[in-house]
């Protein structure tokens, strides 16, 4: 499965999962099947009430596609990124600097859908193909991408600490940490050894130095000290 990378605030970069075409294609038809069905229960109920008559066609018209309009950017800003489509197979959209979603993003992406659905569809395949974030035309316009979550890594995954048997914990305020801090600490310290920086580490040291209340020894380095309070957090956390 193809990745992409995201950068937070923190200047941590994060590995998402991209969704393939043929899985937003999937969703896509399923989205249709919903509205279809929508549709039928609807014109159904409407010719055995016999409001239509009541109404102009052009009136009629226009109220009958408030909720296909709708579906796809509202939808999606009120439920993460998905759609009923995306939801079953997993799948949502997101921004690609990591930032959530505003109304307007989904609302260029449904505009700009509306003609990749017409003459631009052919365009906005060879995109999606060419593009290594798998970006349709919509989706470079509003700055997002699909990415899926069926493989989604826990908090928990992502800090486990292989620890030996006999491992005595150093740093009893270790315990204090939440998931969400350990999962951070243990990625900036990655991303700051993968480009031995010593200057992020010395802060992040430092800075667990004062949320936890300890003081690392003078002979034991940035990296070390940040490796050991994982590790005693991965040993209280199995306790």
Known sequence: MEKFSIQTAQNVNIQQNLAGIGLRFVASFIDL???????????????????????SSWAFFSVLMLPYFLYYPVLQYLNNGQTLGKQLVKIR??????????????LLRWIFRLLESGLLV?????????????????DIVAKTTVISEDKKVSLRHSIFEDLDPDYIPVYAQARLLKEKDAALIKSIALEAKRNNDISILRQLARKIENVLQIKRSVEMSYLKFIDTVLKDYNYFMRQ
Request: charged residues 20%; positive net charge; glycine residues 8%.
């Open 33 to 55: 099947i919903f509205l279809s069905l929508f549709y039928y229960l609807l014109f159904f109920l409407l010719e055995k009430s016999g409001i239509s008559d009541k109404f």
């Open 122 to 138: 052919g365009l906005s395949l060879l995109l999606m193909i060419l593009n290594d974030k798998r970006q349709r035309l919509g």
């Open 93 to 106: 959209v997101v921004k690609i600097d990591n930032s959530h979603p505003r109304l307007g993003d989904f």
